[in-house]
T-cell receptor, first 116, second 114 residues
Framework: AQKVTQAQTEISVVEKEDVTLDCVYE???????LFWYKQPPSGELVFLIR??????QNEISGRYSWNFQKSTSSFNFTITASQVVDSAVYFC?????????????FGGGTRLMVKP | EPEVTQTPSHQVTQMGQEVILRCVPI?????FYWYRQILGQKVEFLVS????????KSEIFDDQFSVERPDGSNFTLKIRSTKLEDSAMYFC????????????FGPGTRLTVT
């Protein structure tokens, strides 16, 4: 069975602070894929990133960066110099090619509040 | 930029009624999905659909639920006899192909069962 845990249910920061959202996953599969999605107050789910299990290279996209560590089964997401528009719920998710239907298993989400 | 669309944005129905939620996936995508999110909770997988048949379904997706691709563009989720606990946001998603390509989500349909 697969599982994704986001231990931080809610984080509050002041604008311009850096913030890291934690994601820990469990899977028995050797090949798997990890994702981050953003859910702003308007409610839609916005794809941010996909990562393959065999590619541990960290990724940076503007103010966003992701740290994937297989040794600790973690895929953490850092926002540098946070902005009010970053306020949202962020979900980490996992899928495996062994799942016939390609389903995503989501974590419980972390609500990030960025105050001006 | 192509996007997944869903109608209606909000549906209110009485317990025991049938509802059909509609989705138009991104046109060149081959895999289609339904997820739901009960208010304040995590997003849960319901069903995936490929090549005109269900590829996987969760235990939530019982006999009350069905999916259909009635034509080349629409993808529907039907709940035959709604219950109060079916109240949730229902998201449709689509992906281009496998393995595990990113899924693009629609804006959701909020279903309220009274």
């Amino acid at each position: 069975a697969q599982k994704v845990t986001q231990a931080q249910t809610e984080i509050s920061v002041v604008e311009k602070e850096d913030v890291t959202l934690d994601c820990v996953y469990e899977t028995r599969d050797t090949t798997y894929y990890l994702f981050w999605y953003k859910q702003p107050p308007s409610g839609e789910l916005v794809f941010l990133i996909r990562r393959n299990s065999f590619d541990e290279q960290n990724e940076i996209s503007g103010r966003y960066s992701w740290n994937f560590q297989k040794s600790t089964s973690s895929f953490n997401f850092t926002i540098t110099a946070s902005q009010v528009v970053d306020s949202a719920v962020y979900f980490c998710a996992l899928s495996s090619p062994k799942n016939a239907g390609n389903m995503l298993t989501f974590g419980g989400g972390t609500r990030l509040m960025v105050k001006p | 930029e192509p996007e997944v669309t869903q109608t209606p944005s909000h549906q209110v129905t009485q317990m025991g009624q049938e509802v059909i939620l509609r989705c138009v996936p991104i046109s060149n995508h081959l895999y289609f999905y339904w997820y739901r999110q009960i208010l304040g909770q995590k997003v849960e997988f319901l069903v995936s659909f490929y090549n005109n048949e269900i590829s996987e379904k969760s235990e939530i997706f019982d006999d009350q639920f069905s999916v259909e691709r009635p034509d080349g563009s629409n993808f529907t989720l039907k709940i035959r006899s709604t219950k109060l606990e079916d109240s949730a946001m229902y998201f449709c998603a689509s992906s281009e192909t496998r393995p595990s390509y990113e899924q693009y989500f629609g804006p959701g349909t909020r279903l309220t069962v009274t």
